[in-house]
Structure formats: structure tokens, C-alpha cells
């Protein structure tokens, strides 16, 4: 069973990073997803799309640590370092999200005679917050 969440958490981390690429390699395919999501005008222009795709690199980096931290608590219970850096990622996870989320919108709506810059922290962000106590909870279980 180790193995397999090892391996789930390692692919999950994969494609996060690998998401992005889309917006960058095909702008206009992405553009359905930032329209629905920023509730947007089709009138965004590819360098834009892409901006924003890159943009998401960042939060996605910061989950897919924590996805690799989580895999390596997994492997090994006993370093409570995997478990700590899971839960700093999570609790910074949504703090960066918001950050870029509103900086991504920005970008948007740059072109726009009114550009629109809403910084938003949601309740589900709140979930990312809790399992990162967690896991530092765990990670001083792990060490004691």
C-alpha cells in the first residue's frame, strides 16, 4: 500500500507541473478555462493566456511539494521532515494560490480600460490550511 500512495502522490505532483503547459502550448484550447473561471470576455489575446498559465506554475509547485513530501512520509513515518514540509507547503499553498489567482486576473483584464484586480481567499482554502496543521502535528508525533 505504501508503494501505491507513493506512486499516486508522485504522478498526482507530475501533472500538476505538467498542467500548465497546455495554456502555453495552446493559448486558445485554454482560453475556455480562464473564461470560466474569471468570467472573462473573449477578447484576451494568446500572450496573455499564456502569461497566466505560466503564472500557475507557482502555486502548482508549491502543492506538488507537498505531494512529494507527502510521498516520502509514506516511505519513511518515522523523519517527521517529510510530514513538516507537507504542511508548510499546504498552509502556503493558499496564500500563493490567491496571490497568483488575482495577479493572473489582473493580467486578464490588463487591456481592459478598468482592469480588475480581486484578491480572494475562499473556504476551501481553509482545507488546505487545516491539512497543513495536521501535518505538522504529525510531524511532531513523528519525532517524539
Given at each position: 500500500?505504501?508503494?501505491?500512495a507513493?506512486?499516486?502522490?508522485?504522478?498526482?505532483?507530475?501533472?500538476?507541473?505538467?498542467?500548465?503547459?497546455?495554456?502555453?502550448?495552446?493559448?486558445?484550447?485554454?482560453?475556455?478555462?480562464?473564461?470560466?473561471?474569471?468570467?472573462?470576455?473573449?477578447?484576451?489575446?494568446?500572450?496573455?493566456?499564456r502569461?497566466?498559465?505560466?503564472?500557475?506554475?507557482?502555486?502548482?509547485?508549491?502543492?506538488?511539494?507537498?505531494?512529494?513530501?507527502?510521498?516520502?512520509?509514506?516511505?519513511?513515518?518515522?523523519?517527521?521532515?517529510?510530514?513538516?514540509?507537507?504542511?508548510?507547503?499546504?498552509?502556503?499553498?493558499?496564500?500563493?494560490?490567491?496571490?497568483?489567482?488575482?495577479?493572473?486576473?489582473?493580467?486578464?483584464?490588463?487591456?481592459?480600460?478598468?482592469?480588475?484586480?480581486?484578491?480572494?481567499?475562499?473556504?476551501?482554502?481553509?482545507?488546505?490550511?487545516?491539512?497543513?496543521?495536521?501535518?505538522?502535528?504529525l510531524?511532531?508525533?513523528?519525532?517524539?
Open positions: 500500500m505504501k508503494l501505491t507513493s506512486i499516486i502522490l508522485v504522478a498526482a505532483a507530475v501533472l500538476l507541473m505538467l498542467y500548465p503547459l497546455w495554456g502555453l502550448l495552446h493559448p486558445q484550447s485554454y482560453e475556455a478555462v480562464l473564461l470560466a473561471e474569471y468570467g472573462l470576455t473573449d477578447t484576451t489575446s494568446p500572450d496573455q493566456i502569461r497566466s498559465a505560466a503564472m500557475n506554475w507557482a502555486p502548482n509547485g508549491i502543492l506538488a511539494s507537498a505531494f512529494m513530501c507527502l510521498s516520502g512520509f509514506v516511505r519513511q513515518p518515522e523523519r517527521g521532515i517529510h510530514a513538516r514540509w507537507a504542511g508548510g507547503c499546504f498552509i502556503a499553498y493558499p496564500f500563493l494560490r490567491a496571490a497568483i489567482d488575482a495577479w493572473s486576473g489582473f493580467n486578464l483584464t490588463s487591456h481592459t480600460p478598468a482592469p480588475d484586480f480581486t484578491l480572494f481567499f475562499g473556504g476551501e482554502d481553509t482545507v488546505y490550511l487545516v491539512f497543513g496543521v495536521v501535518f505538522l502535528a510531524a511532531s508525533q513523528a519525532e517524539a
